[in-house]
């Protein structure tokens, strides 16, 4: 079992900046894929970014290409999401992921993930 926590989330302002982290436990998520979702009130959980287990590989949706860079510290058992030029619209709750299967493109898809944090707070004020 991998075991997911979430931090670093709050409220800051449009144009601002935020760094949430996931912090694993239980096994290494070294030769995991791990992602980042986030869902609004009354919203679906939306894919926001992936990365490969070796970071070789990432994918983002569009509306946060070129804001938010995902990473990851395989040493720390941890994965980042840098968010930059934050929006209104991005507020939502940011939940990370983790699944043993190589990343591809189908895991935009929030069932293709097996392991999930409880998430964590996001809010951007206009």
């Known amino acids: 079992q991998v075991q997911l926590v979430e931090s670093g989330g709050g409220l800051v302002q449009a144009g601002g900046s935020l760094r949430v982290s996931c912090a694993a436990s239980g096994r290494t998520i070294s030769n995991y894929a791990m992602g980042w979702f986030r869902q609004a009130p009354g919203k679906e959980r939306d894919f926001v970014a992936a990365i490969s287990w070796s970071g070789a590989t990432t994918y983002y949706a569009d509306s946060v290409t070129g804001r938010f860079t995902i990473s990851r510290d395989n040493a720390r058992n941890t994965v980042y999401l840098q968010m930059n030029s934050l929006k209104p619209e991005d507020t939502a709750v940011y939940y990370c992921?983790?699944?043993?299967?190589?990343?591809?493109?189908?895991?935009?898809?929030?069932?293709?993930?097996?392991?999930w944090g409880q998430g964590t707070q996001v809010t951007v004020s206009s």
């Open positions: 992921a983790a699944d043993i299967a190589p990343l591809q493109l189908t895991m935009r898809h929030a069932p293709r993930w097996k392991y």
